[in-house]
């Protein structure tokens, strides 16, 4: 039986931050990685600010989308098309902002974010293909049409002001990716946890017939989860696209598997029902932090990947409970 | 007593978890080829005891032997070695397989080749319903399969794999009642076999019918064990609940004022069932609804609130026609259902209680969109005291409640909605005679507040403690609707309320029987 506390409802009980250790492990293994780093590669840098700062530009979009996945997660489905939608909405912000502008800009990404969650909102929940099959191919769509309206091309974008809101700039030294993220973590955490919504997207999840019979459109809920999910994705293409001036259908690409992982290394069951949002955003600075480490280590990039499968993989087993 | 001939032999059991003494030093012996009903409330002990003859726990003290044999390793896989058989009350079969294949299920019988040999399978499998005399064809899938059958496949297959002792665990809540016969005859060609059995059920009436003896728990101690001839029902009832007043019989029926039409049922069809209900509920009236598995009674309910689509008919609410399309269309109009299956329909286990109680009724705990945690807790409170809940805390998942509070949370999340109309799925399933008797107090109680009940239930005495007028559903149709009054003998004094209770229960049992026509089972389900 679970003895996780349940969504919404403060821990009463001193003990069970000892009894849920598992749950907090993501905390306690960031900690541990942390230190382990700053001790073994203290002298090639790693406590440098500037390479901190570089973390958290690195784990930005993967954060961003981590986010939303932890909604989608929780109401028991899944997106894998988030990678290929930013690729795909960082090369539209780069062409409309050609056409027409910052403005002209940021309402194409916004509508490529809106335009794809619809599709995979209404092909999930009105036909009834399981958000797993919707989602791939939406993956290998999205890609695709990156690829055909950019000719495979990366596309530049001359704007300092786009480019500095959306992911190039900083204040001083701290870069307004940060600050993307902290709003958006501040707000999927307040929505999650203590909006109405938040709560039929747990229980939708939890148990989705149960859900029903409470007067919970389920099929709503799983519609606007998938939208936020592509609304998200959609952002993270436009910081890509900020940070590198240009769009390109390879931004973002595999990015599904980092922002799934950083959400179930945060706690967010794959099942759905249980979520949440900080976790997910430490466990998305883990997987930045293991990357960094392991290249300032001066691995090579095949010896890294294991590395960090294996962190992965050891932090998700420790997560799990015990029966 | 000969030892030999003891198929189980627990002695001095005793089990804690946590702060909770669950067992006390219990002892549990079972002859071979007996019948041996264990009996108590919830939290009494009956699963942890279950639970260790399983090897699923191990004791704190106490030896459990088996046939002679001590149990010195505490596994289900040992327990099974040793001849032990659980059957549960979920399923273990799969549905995609065909009977034979799911008797054979990892012992599959092979061709020289070393490939499955179901001919074969279903030639062994076959010999053994028909030395069992169960009629079931092999070869049909177990997703055709209705519940009684499955049930006698899961008993079939345990016999198969030489089990000597079968622990069945409220065997027959599913069942329609000619399945229950077929189940009765079963144990007892097995109990004639030498097998040992172990029935635990809520149902008095049944065990009544089919245990030679019965051992009662209560509050994780043995009460006592002694043949069924020794125990009169009412001594039963005194022994489970630890006081005399317990039984529903000793409940007063109070007529409450029946008011104005509150909920009016005209022609209401789903797909298959239910067919042309027409039926009025009125304010402070309880209409219970009773009919055999399968006779479209909770299909009926699925379709008032919205679950099930509406294919012909009206509903009615306060002489106004309701259009209920979805579960939300009902709540807003005052409507709940406490569903029939509480883990799939009615809670969601691993959240807290709260939020489970609140769930019907978010958007009035919060403002806008905001839910109010210091509401959500208020309301949960104001239902862990009226129904008396026992939970650790509002926090605590709900699977860590026992059945009987669980039900109560269920009940409760509704009650949060300050319903007008109540529809009641077994509003009772699988709680101990303690909570029942609260139960139908509140429905009483809710009826006296002029609210209208529509209440389904299997338990017949339930209907006829809590009811004003029962309707019987037959096949998907309303075949008659009974008054309360009409049931009750007038050769029986007012002052016995139990041999009151029985007879009306005989009589409401024959007219439910007189709707049946020979035959007509197998279209059932």
């Given at each position: 039986m679970s003895t996780r506390n349940s969504p919404g409802t403060p821990v009463w009980h001193p003990r069970s931050l000892m009894a849920n250790w598992r749950q907090n492990i993501i905390y306690i293994g960031f900690v541990i990685i942390f230190v382990f780093f700053a001790v073994t590669l203290n002298d090639k840098g790693f406590l440098n600010p500037n390479n901190l700062l570089n973390i958290v530009r690195q784990t930005a979009m993967i954060a961003v989308m981590a986010i939303a996945m932890t909604f989608v997660l929780s109401s028991g489905e899944i997106d894998l098309s988030v990678g290929a939608v930013a690729g795909l909405t960082s090369v539209t912000v780069a062409m409309a902002i050609d056409a027409g502008g910052m403005a002209f800009g940021i309402c194409a990404g916004i509508a490529t974010g809106i335009a794809v969650g619809v599709f995979n909102g209404i092909l999930t929940t009105r036909v009834g293909i399981p958000s797993f099959l919707t989602t791939l191919a939406m993956m290998g769509i999205a890609k695709g049409v990156a690829m055909w309206i950019s000719d495979t091309a990366a596309v530049p974008i001359i704007n300092p002001t786009y480019s500095w809101l959306f992911g190039g700039g900083s204040v001083g030294k701290i870069p307004v990716l940060l600050f993307w993220m902290l709003l958006l973590g501040a707000a999927g955490h307040f929505f999650l946890k203590r909006s109405t919504f938040g709560r039929r997207v747990l229980a939708t999840g939890g148990n989705e017939t149960a859900a029903r019979y409470s007067g919970i459109d389920t099929r709503s809920v799983k519609f606007r989860v998938l939208i936020v999910s592509s609304m998200a994705a959609a952002l993270a293409g436009m910081l890509y696209a900020g940070r590198l001036h240009s769009g390109r259908f390879q931004l973002g690409e595999g990015d599904e598997l980092s922002v799934i992982a950083a959400a179930v290394l945060g706690g967010t069951s794959l099942f759905g029902g249980y979520g949440t949002v900080i976790g997910t955003i430490v466990g998305a600075l883990m997987i930045g932090l293991i990357n960094n480490g392991l290249i300032l280590m001066g691995l090579e990039f095949s010896q890294q990947l294991i590395a960090r499968g294996g962190i992965i993989i050891l932090a998700v087993a420790l997560s799990q409970k015990r029966n | 007593m000969n030892p030999v001939s003891l198929a189980v032999d627990m002695r001095g059991i005793s089990k804690h978890f946590g702060g909770v003494q669950a067992l006390v030093e219990v002892d549990l012996q079972i002859e071979a080829g007996e019948i041996h009903a264990l009996l108590g409330g919830n939290g009494a002990g009956k699963s942890t005891i279950l639970k260790i003859l399983n090897g699923v726990h191990v004791p704190d003290t106490g030896t459990v032997k088996v046939f002679g044999q001590t149990i010195d390793e505490y596994s289900p896989e040992a327990s099974r070695r040793a001849g032990i058989a659980m059957i549960y009350q979920e399923m273990s079969l799969i549905p995609s397989l065909n009977v034979a294949q799911n008797v054979f299920l990892t012992r599959e019988a092979k061709t020289r080749l070393g490939l499955v040999d179901d001919r074969m399978a279903e030639r062994k499998a076959s010999e053994f319903f028909q030395m069992l005399e169960v009629d079931i064809d092999p070869r049909a899938l177990v997703a055709d399969l209705g519940a009684g059958q499955r049930q006698l496949t899961e008993i079939v297959k345990a016999i198969s794999q030489n089990a000597r002792v079968l622990v069945l665990d409220e065997p027959s809540t599913t069942l329609s009642v000619s399945d229950v016969e077929k189940l009765f005859a079963l144990l007892h060609r097995l109990r004639a076999q030498g097998v040992a059995i172990v029935y635990v059920s809520h149902r008095m009436d049944e065990i009544a019918r089919v245990a030679e003896r019965a051992t009662i728990l209560r509050d994780g101690r043995r009460i006592t064990t002694a043949p069924m001839s020794e125990l009169p029902m009412e001594l039963m009832i005194e022994h489970i609940v630890g006081k005399r007043s317990g039984g529903l019989s000793a409940m007063e029926r109070k007529k409450s004022k029946v008011g104005e039409p509150l909920f009016e049922l005209e022609r209401v069809s789903g797909v298959r069932k239910p067919k042309g209900i027409t039926l009025t509920v009125h304010r402070g009236e309880v209409v219970g609804i009773a009919g055999l598995l399968g006779s479209g009674r909770s299909s009926l309910a699925r379709v008032l609130f919205g679950i099930d689509p509406l294919i012909e008919g009206e509903i009615r609410i306060e002489g106004c026609p309701a259009a209920i399309a979805k579960p939300k269309n009902a709540i807003d109009a005052g409507m709940v259902l406490v569903p029939e299956l509480r883990a799939l329909q009615g809670l969601?286990?691993?959240?807290s209680v709260a939020s489970n109680m609140t769930l019907g009724v978010l958007d009035r705990v919060s403002n806008r969109w905001i839910v109010n945690r210091r509401a959500v807790r208020q309301a949960t409170a104001a239902q862990v005291r009226n129904l008396d809940i026992k939970a650790a805390s509002q926090a605590h998942s709900v699977s860590t409640l026992s059945g009987g509070n669980q039900q109560k949370v269920v009940i409760g999340k509704w009650m949060a909605a300050d319903p007008n109309i109540l529809l009641l799925d077994e509003p009772t399933a699988g709680i101990d005679i303690g909570s029942k008797a609260e139960v139908i107090r509140l429905i009483r109680e809710l009826a006296g507040r002029g609210k209208a009940i529509l209440m389904i239930s299997s338990e017949l005495n339930e209907l006829l403690v809590a009811c004003d007028r029962i309707a019987v559903m037959s096949k998907g149709r309303l075949s008659r609707v009974l008054d309360r009054e009409d049931l009750d003998r007038s050769e029986i004094p007012a002052a016995d309320p139990v041999r009151g209770l029985q007879a009306a229960e005989q009589e409401l049992l024959a007219r439910i029987q007189l709707d049946l026509t020979p035959g007509s089972e197998a279209s059932v389900h």
């Open positions: - | 969601i286990l691993p959240h």
